[in-house]
């Protein structure tokens, strides 16, 4: 069985996949958390509009979850490593978190796949029900990722449901799949209409 190209690895996929999340990345950490946190006391842990999770759930529809998780953790690695919050926690700790963030829109995606067994998950032909189902992906994953996050912060041994984080994962998550998302239609119509 013959893969597609968007299957097989690709550096030229990778480098946008790279260029995507930290250029997102960088927008959060320089320009919405500065802001965010003049309105929004202890919002250290948490973006309200965290783009990085559109360029997850973007990745995964475009590249398949094999290929989306390994471009993701390269990619989430990378942007660590020159972003410079490798000393924030322990090696151990960061790889998970790296990790839980990474494979969080792959689960979900592999999860959605596996519900709906007749339905393709990607861009050919999008119709209604097709960004019903980007939606379904950001919001599982999301819950995914806050779930794992606080997993892996807290411990599994004092672990506890904490719906203010969580719901502020969501907020951030969605937030910053819908912002990139739209901003994406709007520029791809500027191409279309020029």
Partial sequence: MLKSDTEQFSFYNFTIVLVSFLTS???V?????PIQSQYISNSELVSLLFL???VRVLA???YGPRLGAFYLFS???LTGFWVGN????DPLTLTLLYAVGSLCVPIAFIFLQFIHKDTKIGLTMVKHNTIKTFVYLALISSIINSIGHALVLDGFSTFEVKPRIILQFL???LLGTLVLF???RFVLNRIKLS
């Fill in 52 to 54: 990085p999770h559109g």
């Fill in 182 to 184: 739209l901003c994406l």
């Fill in 86 to 89: 490798l000393s924030d926690y």
């Fill in 171 to 173: 907020t951030g998550d």
């Fill in 75 to 77: 990619a989430t690695l």
């Fill in 25 to 27: 990345y960088l927008l």
């Fill in 29 to 33: 950490a320089k320009v919405i958390a």
């Fill in 60 to 62: 995964c529809v475009l």
